[in-house]
């Protein structure tokens, strides 16, 4: 497999919390895609970050990345109800933009 | 809006069966996928094409065809259903410019061998 983890993870914070989600790759990679993906709903692109790049934000999202140890981190500030979901890391091959996941983390803010 | 369009999104087939599954997407995109989701784990790419009328092997090709009769449409041929063939099926697309480039996906289709 392409990802260090096999297994969805699970976490579970209260609205208001940061929250941090991590992901390792075996392979080299020029760009990591993180997706979220809703119930009953196909995976959507929220943060893309090259590999010139070890740092992009989009809004409450922060994403990283670091090529020498092969992972990337996706941060969500504050979290709110609505950002329950399931987030997926993602490598692109880089040609024809197949994409490998990594298992996922399921996060549920809110009861 | 990107569309990804997949029908049905749901279906229950017989095991030996055969099974389509089609996509349709309005993006104009050149490149169209299949991917595989089992319970809790990522999706696993099944099939992809990248012109009409030709189409290449994903990771996990095995048990499957994939079918590409125009820009617009890409469909998934299981000739012979089997139970492990149980999951959730997506199918994407994108422009193919580069690894910068998003991909579009689907709502799914749930497939249950019975």
């Known amino acids: 497999s392409q990802w260090g983890e096999e297994n969805l993870q699970a976490l579970s914070i209260q609205e208001g919390e940061d929250v941090t989600m991590n992901c390792s790759y075996k392979?080299?990679?020029?760009?990591v895609h993180w997706y979220r993906q809703d119930s009953g709903r196909g995976p959507a692109l929220i943060i893309l970050i090259r590999s010139n790049e070890r740092e992009k934000r989009s809004g409450r999202l922060r994403a990283t990345l670091d090529t020498s140890s092969q992972s990337s981190s996706l941060s969500i500030t504050a979290a709110q109800c609505e950002d329950t979901a399931v987030y997926f890391c993602a490598t692109d091959e880089g040609s024809f933009n197949k994409l490998t996941f990594g298992a996922g983390t399921r996060l549920a803010v809110c009861p | 809006e990107a569309a990804v369009t997949q029908s049905p999104r749901s279906k229950v087939a017989v095991t030996g069966g055969k099974v389509t599954l089609s996509c349709h997407q309005t993006?104009?995109?050149?490149?169209m996928y299949w991917y595989r989701q089992d319970t809790g784990h990522g999706l696993r790419l099944i099939h992809y094409s990248y012109v009409a009328d030709s189409t290449e092997k994903g990771d996990i090709p095995d048990g499957y065809k994939a079918s590409r009769p125009s820009q617009e449409n890409f469909s998934l041929i299981l000739e012979l259903a089997s139970l492990s063939q149980t999951a959730v099926y997506f199918c994407a697309s994108s422009d193919g410019t580069g690894s910068n480039t998003e991909v579009f996906f689907g709502k799914g289709t749930r497939l249950t061998v019975v």
């Open positions: 993006n104009n995109h050149d490149y």
């Open positions: 392979t080299y990679t020029t760009v």
